[in-house]
């Protein structure tokens, strides 16, 4: 089978990029995904959990802003601060910040007239945390992260719009 002409999302692309010239059965296989969702997950119909974002991050030195945004370039050294390698390890999540994220995701998806179930908002807040901390340079740095938080509402915005506009994204308005 070969690869679809054009992968539906932008991460979709990046993923196709990543995996190079390796098939995608021994690419899925590598990161512990069967391969059919794999090819899900680079046809852009499925999207990726975080913990094998992560993996993929540490194991073949991408970028978290390229991976996630496509912004800069896509390999180099990762800050180990962006990669979890030991599960017991505790990250402390500072309310006010996530309190911020919450009216952003809140905010965007009201303005696109959409009301999330309480497990989707959890997901969306989630995914907006990881999305602002992988875009970070020092994510420990609260004036750092305060400062990047009007990307994060354009970029949640920009991307909740191109997720409207295409049939089956699983995003229709409420």
Known sequence: ?????????????????IRGDRTRDE???????????????????????????????????IRPAWLFSGEGSPRGEVPDNLIL??????????????????RIVSRVHAEAEIRLPADAQATELANAYNLLMAKAEDPVDPLELKSLL???????????????????????EA
């Open 1 to 17: 089978m070969g690869r679809p002409p054009k992968a539906k999302t932008e991460l979709a692309q990046r993923l196709v990029e």
């Open 27 to 61: 690419f899925a296989l590598q990161y512990g995904v069967s391969p059919r969702a794999y090819a899900n997950y680079e046809r852009g119909d499925n999207e990726p959990g975080f913990a094998f974002l992560q993996e993929i991050v540490a194991a073949e030195h």
């Open 85 to 102: 390698t030991d599960s017991t390890q505790t990250t402390v999540i500072d309310p006010d910040l996530l309190k911020q994220i919450a």
């Open 150 to 172: 009007p990307w994060l509402e354009t970029h949640l915005t920009k991307t909740l719009k191109q997720a409207l506009k295409e049939p089956g994204a699983g995003k229709r």
